[in-house]
Nanobody, 122 residues
Framework: QVQLVESGGGLVQAGGSLRLSCAAS????????MGWFRQVPGKERERVAA????????YYRDSVKGRFTLSRDNAKNTVLLQMNSLKPEDTAVYSC???????????????WGQGTQVTVSS
């Protein structure tokens, strides 16, 4: 089992940048595909980006392509989501998630962090 802790959220003006970090516990972090999701109250949670266990494959939802970059450092048990050119519609609670050990970056995601608020002002 893996435990996840997010950090890096906050308030930023439109056009600005934030970097979200997800720290994972456990010695087998390199065996988990990872993802970032976001949710706005009253709306369904949506997958923002995902990365395979070895970091070779990535997925981005269309609305963030070219603005967000997901990376991982398996030596440091961390996943980073660099968010540039932020828009007010990016405002949400962002959560880090992991699949089962050996899982695909397409999911399902079984382990979740508590989430971090990202607010983009216009």
């Amino acid at each position: 089992q893996v435990q996840l802790v997010e950090s890096g959220g906050g308030l930023v003006q439109a056009g600005g940048s934030l970097r979200l970090s997800c720290a994972a516990s456990g010695p087998t972090f390199s065996g988990y595909a990872m993802g970032w999701f976001r949710q706005v109250p009253g709306k369904e949670r949506e997958r923002v980006a995902a990365i395979s266990a070895n970091g070779v494959r990535t997925y981005y939802r269309d609305s963030v392509k070219g603005r967000f970059t997901l990376s991982r450092d398996n030596a440091k048990n961390t996943v980073l989501l660099q968010m540039n050119s932020l828009k007010p519609e990016d405002t949400a609670v962002y959560s880090c998630a992991a699949t089962a050990l050996g899982g695909s970056y397409g999911g399902p995601f079984l382990y979740w962090g508590q989430g971090t608020q990202v607010t983009v002002s216009s």
